[in-house]
């Protein structure tokens, strides 16, 4: 059975202080890794895909990379408004649909 | 930018009542699907919708559930008969295709079943 599991589930941080989180994750054969971000009472916000080990994306102040087993956010110099759960979800290649199994998410609040 | 709408943002329910959140799919988007997100907990996968048939579903998604999309723009999600443990948010999200096309979620519905 797959499974995602992030750490840490909450962080605190002031702003500019850099910092990363992670998502491990266990798939039959991975067909994509789904960056998310959510507000409260939001739904989940597309933030990154990522497909193969060695590969990186990045936007603004995030900057996510893949490894065989794992997957790291990056946040550089976090502001207050980048304060979110962020979600990781995997999409395995034994699955026939698009079904996306999600971790339990990082709190992260970035005080000023 | 297109985005996913749902309706209604809130729904009270007595339970055993039959509900239906409704959802309107980013445009060109062919895929769809249901996720739901019980408190404090994890984002958790229901169906997904293509070509106006489930093409695949969890253990979650009983005789209970049911999926319809009734004309071209709406997807709708029907829960025939509520128990309390249906509580939960439940998110509409919809994908251009399949593979690695990313899933573009909407706000949800928060069902709060009394």
């Known amino acids: 059975e797959d499974q995602v599991t992030q750490s840490p589930e909450a962080l605190r941080l002031q702003e500019g202080e850099s910092s990363s989180l992670n998502c491990s994750y266990t798939v039959s054969g991975l067909r994509g890794l789904f960056w998310y971000r959510q507000d409260p009472g939001k739904g989940p916000e597309f933030l990154f895909t990522l497909y193969s080990a060695g590969e990186e994306k990045e936007k603004e102040r995030l900057k996510a990379t893949l490894t065989k087993k794992e997957s790291f956010l990056h946040i550089t110099a976090p502001k207050p408004e980048d304060s979110a759960t962020y979600l990781c979800?995997?999409?395995?290649?034994?699955?026939?649909?698009?079904?996306?199994?999600f971790g339990a998410g990082t709190i992260l609040r970035v005080k000023s | 930018e297109p985005e996913v709408t749902q309706t209604p943002s809130h729904q009270v329910t007595q339970m055993g009542q039959e509900v239906i959140l409704r959802c309107v799919p980013i445009?060109?988007?062919?895929?769809f699907y249901w996720y739901r997100q019980i408190l404090g907990q994890k984002v958790e996968f229901l169906v997904s919708?293509?070509?106006?048939?489930?093409?695949?579903k969890s253990e979650i998604f009983d005789d209970q559930f049911s999926v319809e999309r009734p004309d071209g723009s709406n997807f709708t999600l029907k829960i025939r008969s509520t128990k309390l443990e249906d509580s939960a948010m439940y998110f509409c999200?919809?994908?251009?295709?399949?593979?690695?096309?990313?899933?573009?979620f909407g706000d949800g519905t928060r069902l709060s079943i009394l």
């Open positions: 979800a995997v999409r395995s290649s034994m699955e026939y649909g698009n079904k996306l199994v």
């Open positions: 919708f293509y070509n106006n048939e489930i093409s695949e």
């Open positions: 999200a919809s994908s251009k295709r399949q593979g690695n096309q990313p899933q573009h």
């Open positions: 445009s060109n988007h062919l895929y």
